[in-house]
């Protein structure tokens, strides 16, 4: 029993002998005194169990049996559910094995078997938290992350994104090897194919969304500051671009980041789900999942989004496009190779130097496009020029040389004077004796 039940029993039993009134126990138990009568009646009857609750010593309706508690713990540690936090384990409970379960409970649970949640909340920093745009479409929030989605595979691939500023819904999603314009461009892709076009994108800084001159283009004027692939395709869409000064800045697709780096490599596990063909395909299915678990209200319910026009080819937008010039024969050459321009019936050829787009994406393969006008492409091979031998040059005649006869080589050595030195000083003697030692020395082996 606890204190306050000792009390009230304690008061009752006073008012039952008669040492207080009913209405003193009344005002003693905060109670009325129809209810101090009801207990006199109930605890000269029952005595001590008429102040106790009618549930006491009862098993709650709520409480999990024994067996159902080892069946969620042996769920909870089994090698697909590894790195999953207890929210989304509750969902999947949920969801895969039709277990009800309050967060509550499942918490105290598996706390008690020692677990602990990988999401866990980091200290309170206080910040300006800025307001959401009033209308979905008007702002998309775009980024990628790096990082090992699939259980027991180390390598990290790139998932980009992007979510609406004003729902919270996530707009599309795809993954590939790095963080490239690709990626980028069939995130716009799904998200006019799911919401339409949107009237402006958030992003950071990158060199896939400004080119490297702009810091330079700031400070001076005269520094040229061309549109990236990606820009050049917003334009074209109508879509403004707005660089973000710092992480923070675009924080929401930030956080949806950290929610997706928890919960996606739990769902790929579940799913079988171990290459990036079979994760795009699932990411196309699971952003409906997400967002009707994630997303807000909007203040203003009308959306910015609007419809593709018809002059709208996004096979022809979405690409990379270089400049290049034909030749009379409609010949040019991308990437180190020779492409021809396939002229139809009713088309012209066009005339010799003009200046071409060429349209380079997945969807499209190679094309080229002149004023508007999309023309398909052959490979081109041109003939090989046979190149001419130089023709050999002249031998040179070469002269006969007859020495003359008092050259040394007539007669041979022992015709001509070994050293033909001459002396005519007073000291011939001693001078005929050096030439014939030098001749010795010198010559000695050949004469």
């Given at each position: 029993m606890s204190?306050?039940?000792?009390?009230?029993?304690?008061?009752?039993?006073?008012?039952?002998?008669?040492?207080?009134?009913?209405?003193?126990?009344?005002?003693?138990l905060g109670l009325s005194n129809r209810q101090v009568k009801r207990l006199k009646k109930e605890v000269a009857i029952r005595g001590v169990a008429a102040v106790l609750h009618g549930n006491a010593g009862r098993a709650p309706a709520s409480k999990i049996t024994e067996p159902r508690r080892e069946e969620i713990i042996g769920i909870f540690k089994g090698p697909a559910y590894k790195g999953c936090n207890f929210k989304h384990f509750q969902e999947l409970l949920s969801e895969r094995h039709s277990i009800e379960i309050s967060y509550?409970?499942?918490?105290?649970?598996?706390?008690?078997?020692?677990?602990?949640?990988?999401?866990?909340?980091?200290?309170f920093k206080p910040h300006r938290r800025r307001k959401r745009r009033p209308q979905a479409g008007l702002l998309i929030?775009?980024?990628?992350?790096?990082?090992?989605?699939?259980?027991?595979?180390?390598?990290?691939?790139?998932l980009h994104g992007g979510i609406d500023d004003a729902t919270g819904q996530i707009t599309g999603l795809y993954m590939c090897k790095n963080e490239c314009?690709?990626?980028?461009?069939?995130?716009?892709?799904?998200?006019?194919?799911?919401?339409?076009?949107?009237?402006?994108?958030?992003?950071?800084?990158?060199?896939?969304?400004?080119?490297?001159n702009t810091k330079k283009h700031e400070i001076d004027a005269s520094v040229p500051v061309n549109d990236t692939q990606f820009g050049r395709a917003?334009?074209?869409?109508?879509?403004?671009?707005?660089?973000?000064?710092?992480?923070?800045?675009?924080?929401?697709?930030?956080?949806?980041?950290?929610?997706?780096?928890?919960?996606?490599p739990v769902e790929f596990a579940l799913n079988g789900i171990t290459t990036m063909e079979e994760a795009n395909e699932f990411l196309e299915r699971y952003v409906y999942a997400f967002n009707s678990m994630f997303a807000v209200e909007p203040e203003n319910a009308e959306s910015v989004f609007r419809k593709l026009r018809?002059?709208?080819?996004?096979d022809t937008i979405l690409c990379i496009k270089e400049k290049r010039v034909i030749d009379a024969g409609g010949v040019f050459s991308y990437s180190g190779k020779s492409y021809q321009i396939a002229y139809s019936a009713d088309s012209p050829p066009l005339p010799a130097k003009s200046k071409i787009d060429v349209l380079f994406g997945p969807t499209i393969g190679i094309k080229a496009a002149y004023k508007g006008k999309v023309f398909d492409v052959l490979p081109f091979i041109p003939s090989k020029r046979r190149k001419q031998a130089p023709a050999p040059a002249p031998a040179k005649e070469r002269g006969v040389v007859t020495p003359p006869p008092d050259h040394a080589?007539?007669?041979?050595?022992?015709?001509?004077?070994?050293?033909?030195?001459?002396?005519?000083?007073?000291?011939?003697?001693?001078?005929?004796?050096?030439?014939?030692?030098?001749?010795?020395?010198?010559?000695?082996?050949?004469?």
């Open positions: 204190t306050k039940q000792l009390t009230r029993y304690d008061i009752i039993t006073k008012a039952i002998a008669g040492y207080i009134t009913v209405g003193e126990a009344a005002i003693a509550s409970t499942l918490y105290k649970l598996l706390r008690g078997e020692g677990a602990a949640s990988p999401k866990t909340r980091r200290r929030q775009t980024d990628a992350t790096s990082f090992a989605w699939f259980q027991g595979d180390r390598r990290r691939y790139a314009t690709p990626g980028y461009y069939e995130v716009v892709r799904r998200t006019i194919d799911n919401f339409g076009v949107p009237a402006a994108i958030y992003a950071d800084r990158h060199t896939i969304f400004q080119s490297p917003l334009k074209e869409l109508g879509i403004n671009l707005i660089a973000a000064r710092s992480p923070q800045a675009k924080g929401r697709v930030e956080r949806l980041w950290d929610t997706l780096q928890s919960r996606l018809d002059s709208e080819d996004l080589w007539k007669g041979g050595i022992k015709g001509q004077r070994a050293l033909p030195w001459k002396y005519d000083g007073e000291d011939e003697d001693v001078h005929r004796e050096v030439v014939r030692g030098l001749e010795r020395a010198l010559l000695g082996a050949r004469r």
